[in-house]
């Protein structure tokens, strides 16, 4: 089993920024793909961002271009998802998820292709 735990959500203001970790352990494959979703009520959950902890290869969906950067400390076991420049419309619970290498890696956005999931942190962007 693969347990991960989401942190640093939080309520900011617009235009604001915040950094969300998430700890990957337990039973993980030497190199893994870790994605960055969220959900906000009353929607699907969508893909935000994703990384290979094997090469550091990072895909964003357009949500995220420009504002947002995925990162990971593979000696600590943690992707962070560095938020800037917050809209009212990001607000929604994020979650991560992990599964191994992926041989095409835009498919990373899908939630089909994840096995294990986080609980979610919070993010509310309102003045």
């Known amino acids: 089993q693969v347990q991960l735990v989401e942190s640093g959500g939080g309520l900011v203001q617009p235009g604001g920024s915040l950094r969300l970790s998430c700890v990957v352990s337990?039973?993980?494959?030497?190199?893994?793909?870790i994605g960055w979703f969220r959900q906000a009520p009353g929607k699907e959950r969508e893909g935000v961002s994703c990384?290979?902890?094997?090469?550091?290869?990072?895909y964003y969906a357009d949500s995220a271009k420009g504002r947002f950067t995925i990162s990971r400390d593979n000696a600590k076991n943690t992707v962070y998802l560095q938020m800037n420049s917050l809209k009212s419309e990001d607000t929604a619970v994020y979650y991560c998820?992990?599964?191994?290498?992926?041989?095409?890696?835009?498919?990373?956005?899908?939630?089909?292709?994840?096995?294990?999931w986080g609980q979610g942190t919070q993010v509310t962007v309102s003045s």
């Open positions: 990384i290979s902890t094997s090469d550091g290869s990072t």
């Open positions: 998820a992990s599964t191994g290498i992926l041989l095409r890696f835009s498919d990373c956005v899908s939630r089909d292709v994840y096995n294990y």
């Open positions: 337990g039973r993980t494959l030497p190199y893994y793909t």
